[in-house]
């Protein structure tokens, strides 16, 4: 079982790892690294910290956009070249396809944030780079399962990406959004409508990550307690994952190949 | 045998290409005073801060980082369209507003503090400067331990370019009533003697900004580079007078 998910988990990965896959990373490091230096020119105090933050936070949501887009990409792929039949017609069972697209998502996680990892490194010290690698990589892994339920459940490619991405904005801003529907409340109080979105919303927040998921920021600008804030996310990224996993079984195993 | 080449009188020219050139002529000059008024009309004021909250909230989580940006974004507002506008032109109180919105965004930056004191407080009118004193001692009110250097300089700002030592010396006050839990090089608490000695601006300014420089409060670098050039500058016109 184990030599068959290796085989599909090493032909989906090099699918997706190709030379202009390997380009366009290089020339997202270019833009990261000369933008913060622009930045870092126009600031006259804390300039280095700034840049630094810049960047890491340019590379993350680049990173962010460049999984979702290669994952959903590769699975659509066996949508439409009827992969799905032919893999289902071997002796592979539906765990195994998605422990190896979970497998090609935490070694492309991986490779993405080693460059990351090395220009964080460059730029400031080896406790930094290594949070911001690991949490930027826990990140990605969250995400990158989005992507794969969004994929495997609805099968076309730019619903699935424009789904992944609502959840990711839907999740990062939650902040946002209970700010507004605070500030709303003396005006809408007693209406009906807006009581029904002050409960939905309450609901969705049970099944949507929030801040203490991903990467913090705010790290390059103060001194924090790196291990307790990472273990914190990966905790959290944990049980969601499980959680997403399990849907992600349901779904696929609920469907039929014909 | 090589061709010799005169210039014929200007009535040989056609009459219309001398019209034509009269015409383009004046559309060139036309077009350029239009250009350098609309220019000068499409000055555009900062716009008034939203409340600190809503930055918080669309910052995604970053939003040490996205005050930073925001300071940067009103920095650049005194350049448009290639050209520096002068501080004069400036709403000073939206610019206030500004650096107090930044501050509850990012309460341990010194920066909007350092940008009331150093750079916006360089303006030629009482008023602009006045407001830039407000907001350094609201801040300091905020956060003495972080904010007292400024406070020190608006000392200076309120004695040499608004000539008003009665408030520089209660700004000194404040300074020398902080508690003593709040850790001060002793020339800050004595800012009163700096204020009522008979120094000038630049012999006063010289004075704080060596006196900062060695008491190694000052880690940035940036901020220690900037001083430093501040100092030579100083020195330099000392030296010539």
């Known amino acids: 079982m184990i030599r068959q998910t290796i085989a599909l988990f090493r032909y989906q990965l090099l699918g997706i790892i190709n030379t202009r896959v390997i380009i366009l990373l290089c020339l997202v490091f270019s833009v990261a690294f000369v933008g913060s230096q622009f930045i870092a020119e126009l600031a006259i105090l804390n300039s280095d910290d700034i840049a630094l933050a810049a960047l890491a936070d340019f590379l993350r949501y680049s990173l962010v956009i460049l999984l979702i887009i290669s994952l959903s990409f590769q699975v659509s792929q066996d949508y439409e070249s009827g992969q799905f039949e032919r893999l289902l017609a071997m002796p592979l069972s539906r765990v195994q396809y998605v422990l190896a697209q979970f497998t090609v998502l935490l070694v492309l996680a991986f490779i993405l944030i080693i460059p ?7 730029l400031s010290d ?5 949070y911001w690698a690991v949490a930027t990589f826990l990140e990605l892994i969250l995400v990158g399962q989005f992507a794969l339920l969004a994929i495997v ?12 991405f609502a959840i990711y904005l839907l999740s990062k801003s939650a902040s946002l959004i209970e700010l507004a529907l605070s500030r709303s409340t003396p ?13 939905i919303f309450s609901k969705i927040s049970y099944v949507l990550p929030d801040s203490s998921y991903f990467a913090q ?6 001194s924090v307690n790196y291990g307790g804030i990472l273990s914190s996310q990966f905790v959290s990224v944990i049980i969601y994952s499980a959680f997403i996993q399990s849907v992600l079984l349901i779904d696929f195993y609920r469907k039929e190949f014909n | 045998m090589k061709m010799s080449i005169q210039h014929r009188n200007i009535r040989q020219v056609p009459v219309y290409f001398l019209w034509l050139f009269f015409i383009f002529f004046a559309g060139q000059v036309f077009y350029h005073h239009s250009y350098s008024e609309s220019s000068g009309v499409a000055y555009k004021q900062l716009k008034a801060p939203l409340e600190s909250g809503y930055y918080k909230a669309i910052s995604f989580g970053s939003d040490k980082l996205l005050s930073f940006l925001l300071l940067m974004g009103v920095q650049l507002h005194d350049n448009q369209k290639g050209m520096h506008v002068s501080y004069r032109h400036l709403d000073y109180a939206v610019l206030s507003d500004w650096l107090l919105t930044i501050e509850k965004i990012n309460p341990n930056s010194d920066y909007p503090a350092f940008l009331a004191s150093r750079v916006y407080s360089h303006v030629d009118d009482k008023a602009k400067i006045r407001l830039m004193v407000d907001v350094i001692e609201k801040l300091f009110k905020k956060n003495p331990q972080k904010h007292w250097r400024r406070m020190t300089e608006a000392c200076l700002l309120l004695k040499h370019q608004l000539n008003d030592l009665p408030a520089a010396l209660k700004v000194a006050e404040q300074i020398a009533d902080l508690p003593k839990g709040i850790k001060l090089p002793f020339w800050a608490r004595d800012m009163k003697l700096v204020l009522l000695d008979e120094l000038s601006q630049f012999e006063s300014a010289q004075l704080l900004i060596s006196s900062m420089l060695k008491s190694g409060e000052i880690t940035d670098k940036d901020e220690l580079r900037f001083l430093q050039a501040r100092l030579l500058k100083i020195q330099q016109v000392l030296s010539k007078n």
């Open chain 1, 116 to 122: 990351l990892f090395i220009i964080v490194l460059l």
């Open chain 1, 126 to 130: 080896s406790t930094v780079a290594l």
């Open chain 1, 153 to 164: 459940s609805l099968e076309k490619l730019p619903l699935s990406v424009i789904f992944t």
């Open chain 1, 187 to 199: 005006f809408y109080d007693e209406e009906g409508s807006f009581q029904l979105i002050l409960f």
């Open chain 1, 217 to 222: 920021n705010n790290i390059f600008f103060e």
